[in-house]
């Protein structure tokens, strides 16, 4: 059983910054990818950005250059710092963690983004 916890949403002008966490614990396998997808209202969720284990990364054409990933493999936590924020950018963010070897995906509960023009 993994459980993925988010914190760090909120409400920002447009323009302004917010960094998300997302922690993983219990069964975490060694090979995993974890990132952020996100689901605005009325719409599809949608992939923001993901990292492997080794660091690599990549991200949705919407978000590349204004929001940066980054994760920490000993504290098992994923992190999202999202610049130049715009009122498109308003969602519900949720982390996923990828098991690589089984396809899992687990999920977190999501957090609340809010961006005003």
């Known amino acids: 059983q993994v459980r993925l916890v988010e914190s760090g949403g909120g409400s920002v002008q447009a323009g302004g910054s917010l960094r998300l966490s997302c922690a993983a614990s219990?069964?975490?396998?060694?090979?995993?990818?974890m990132g952020w997808h996100r689901q605005a209202p009325g719409l599809q969720r949608e992939f923001v950005a993901g990292?492997?284990?080794?660091?690599?990364?990549n991200y949705a054409d919407s978000v590349k250059g204004r929001f940066t990933i980054s994760r920490d493999n000993v504290k098992n936590t994923v992190y999202l710092q999202m610049s130049s924020l715009k009122p498109e950018d308003t969602a519900v963010y949720y982390c996923?963690?990828?098991?690589?070897?089984?396809?899992?995906?687990?999920w977190g509960q999501g957090t609340q983004v809010t961006v005003s023009s």
């Open positions: 219990g069964s975490i396998s060694s090979l995993n990818n």
């Open positions: 990292v492997s284990g080794s660091g690599t990364t």
């Open positions: 996923y963690l990828l098991e690589i070897a089984t396809s899992k995906v687990d």
